[in-house]
């Protein structure tokens, strides 16, 4: 859990606005161990799942969803600090999980078939229903953090 954070003090005791994006992030993903550990799980469990055939294809899928998120962190927040070369590094290991995605390309197209068959595009309501449904969930929203503010008053003040 040592790969985030920042080790030079001197470097967060600096105003927000000079501090690098890198700095930046790095100190808010060690931060929070809850993405650290998400993050962590998800790549072991899809790294066995690439270990055995029968779920080699799920595990490829599991690890391209990962590997996209940390590229895109990396050129987000790595690239002035390190240049390219995570982002190259990144890139790679994606094309060698395409590779096997390709490889496996007719359970691919026969997956996504099974997955899209039975899938209706008829619209089976009145037009009047989605703009509710907008409006409700707006409301809900709002509803929730009227109830959760006094909550989060008691929390504050208790802490």
């Avoid at 990396?74 to 490889?103: C, E, K, W």
């Avoid at 009047?128 to 907008?134: A, V």
């Amino acid at each position: 859990m040592n790969q985030f954070g920042v080790h030079d003090p001197n470097i967060i005791n600096q105003p927000l606005n000079t501090i690098d994006d890198f700095y930046v992030a790095w100190h808010l993903f060690q931060r929070s161990y809850f993405f650290n550990f998400c993050t962590g799980l998800i790549e072991i469990i899809g790294g066995i799942l690439l270990i055995f055939n029968r779920t080699k294809l799920i595990g490829a899928l599991i690890i391209l969803s990962v590997l996209i998120q940390i590229f895109i962190i990396d050129v987000a927040f790595t690239t002035n600090v390190f240049g390219a070369s995570l982002p190259l590094r990144i890139g790679g290991m994606i094309l060698s999980d395409l590779v096997i995605l390709y490889f496996y390309r007719k359970n691919v197209i026969l997956s996504i078939r099974s997955l899209t068959k039975n899938i209706k595009t008829k619209i089976e309501y009145k037009w009047w229903i989605y703009p509710i449904l907008i409006l409700a969930g707006i409301m809900m929203d709002f509803i929730i953090a009227l109830i959760s503010y006094p909550i989060k008053l008691l929390i504050n003040l208790i802490g």
